[in-house]
């Protein structure tokens, strides 16, 4: 997992509250478990004007051009703005791959949905709470300011603006330090390899029966 700690990037204003999995990533392109692949799907009913298959490339689809993620002004973007209850409805992991797998590393909001803000983390993907007047704010200055960026500090967990005005945004301890460090289940783990590889060394020699 890729280390998370502080980074400057473009924002983009997802202005609807309750997006839920499905509108994330709608369930007809949920034909893989790996993780790559799903960005150009990414909000797919409202991204296209056509009916997309799996499998079709983004090159043949007809994009809308009223959408915010296909409007010049956004391209590159890396921080989503969102409303309230970001990421309910079904628990699909697929929601923040598609996501991340877009270019995304921050999603801001007043609220998200439980399982998908804890899939988030397994991946990488930082999403910050901030209370909703912040959010108002940084939405008027995101739809007034082409080019418009912010800074995620996360060691000092606080969002930046470009005119440096600060807002603190609550985290986890432990998911602070794996993100930090790259960690996700695996990497955390892997951290304990050298007891692991003692103890079933010392369980061959006290159990050797196990391991015909």
Known sequence: MEKFQTMTALVAP????????????????????????????LFDEWRYLDHGEPGMDSSQRKPNPEFVLNQPRYQGVQILLARA?????SSREHAPWSLQD??????????????????????????????AAVLDYLFEQVKSTEGYRLTVDLLNQTVITPQNEEFTFEIDTFRKH??????????????????????EQKRRIEQPWLFL
């Open 85 to 89: 209850n970001f990421g309910c409805g």
């Open 178 to 199: 794996s993100l930090l460090n790259g960690l996700d289940d695996i990497g955390l783990t892997l951290q304990h390899a050298e007891k692991i590889s003692q103890f």
């Open 102 to 131: 877009y270019g995304f590393r921050v999603i801001i909001a007043p609220s998200f949905a439980d399982i998908f803000f804890n899939n988030c983390y397994k991946i990488g993907l930082l999403p910050v709470v901030l209370d």
């Open 14 to 41: 997802m202005d609807r509250a309750n997006v839920d999995t499905d509108a994330i990533i709608p369930k007809q392109f949920l034909k893989s478990i790996k993780r790559s692949g799903f960005g150009q799907n």
